[in-house]
């Protein structure tokens, strides 16, 4: 079901940026307007990344394999720093044309370029909302970068909107200043683009270093591992995303009068419940050292 709803996610804001391309660089060709023709191209690099996290999404959902005995999460953690890339990209050729623009005499604004940038605005928006609640919901990095890739496209439309707005507004009250709103309007967008790349490589490259997860999670897991009686001390206690899924690695001391069987149990225990509290831990390895009424020291091997 969530694999689905995923999927159907991605085809749709594929399906809507090939369209919202079509649209933005035909009327901005047509009508001259430089915002929505760097916004088209920016669209057309949100085609190839959005085929990008569609396919990472694909390779993550396959299981282990003898290869990749972990699984394959993090491709879509890789195709996301990919579309990072692309948007960076984007901004930087969307600011180098409104700044190209700005030093050539403004052109004429029009009503269907600017009605053109609230319908993107709209359907952007309505997108973002649309991919980012399902991307949190099944835990999907790749949708995720999707949902900032729509909300990229928000800002842009904004800025798209506003300008191709005052520089219509300059033209019928004869304000000539307004006409270079709509460059101005492509070197803001650009920054907050760049900005929103950034953020979201920089996420995507903690993960692919395989940075721990934060303090509070480690908390909750040593919690619910000290609630297991026969716990005496944890030793060592890891985690760390491995795309839409994480993973997690205790040594525990335990008496080193147990069976083997008792320990196992013991795992057992230890990783359903962890599971049970946690839907988005996928693998919990656990290493029993032994412990000793007489001694402070575990083996720790």
């Known amino acids: 079901m969530n694999k689905t709803a995923s999927m159907l996610a ?113 359907w952007k928006q309505i997108l973002y909302v649309y991919t980012k609640r399902i991307g949190h919901r099944v835990n999907s990095k790749g949708l995720i970068a999707t949902a900032y890739d729509h909300l990229a496209d928000v800002y842009a439309s904004i800025a798209a909107s506003v300008g191709i707005g005052l520089a219509l507004i300059g033209d019928h009250y004869g304000y000539s200043i307004l006409a270079y709103g709509d460059p101005v309007a492509g070197i803001i967008v650009s920054f907050l683009v760049l900005k929103l790349a950034y953020e979201m490589g920089s996420e995507s490259f903690d993960i692919l270093m395989e940075r721990s997860v934060s303090t509070a999670y480690i908390e909750q897991y040593a919690a619910l591992i000290r609630s297991v009686p026969e716990v005496k001390r944890i030793d060592r206690l890891r985690a760390r995303e491995h795309g839409h899924y994480i993973l997690v690695d205790a040594r525990l001391a335990v008496s080193g009068k147990l069976t083997i069987q008792e320990g196992h149990d013991i795992s057992r225990l230890i990783k359903k419940k962890i599971k049970e509290e946690h839907s988005d831990v996928d693998e919990v390895l656990v290493h029993l050292n032994p412990w000793y009424e007489e001694s402070t020291k575990s083996d720790g091997s």
């Open 10 to 122: 991605i085809w749709i804001s594929l399906a809507s940026n090939i369209v919202l391309t079509a649209i933005k660089i035909i009327v901005g060709l047509n009508f001259k307007s430089q915002v929505l023709i760097a916004d088209g191209i920016h669209n057309a690099g949100d085609v190839i990344a959005t085929a990008t996290a569609y396919s990472s999404m694909r390779v993550s959902s396959k299981p282990a394999d003898v290869d990749h005995p972990y699984g394959h999460g993090k491709a879509e953690v890789l195709g996301a720093f990919i579309v990072a890339i692309i948007l960076g990209g984007a901004a930087i050729y969307m600011g180098y044309h409104s700044i190209h623009a700005l030093l050539e005499p403004a052109g004429e604004a029009h009503m269907i370029a600017f009605i053109a940038a609230i319908i993107s605005l709209v």
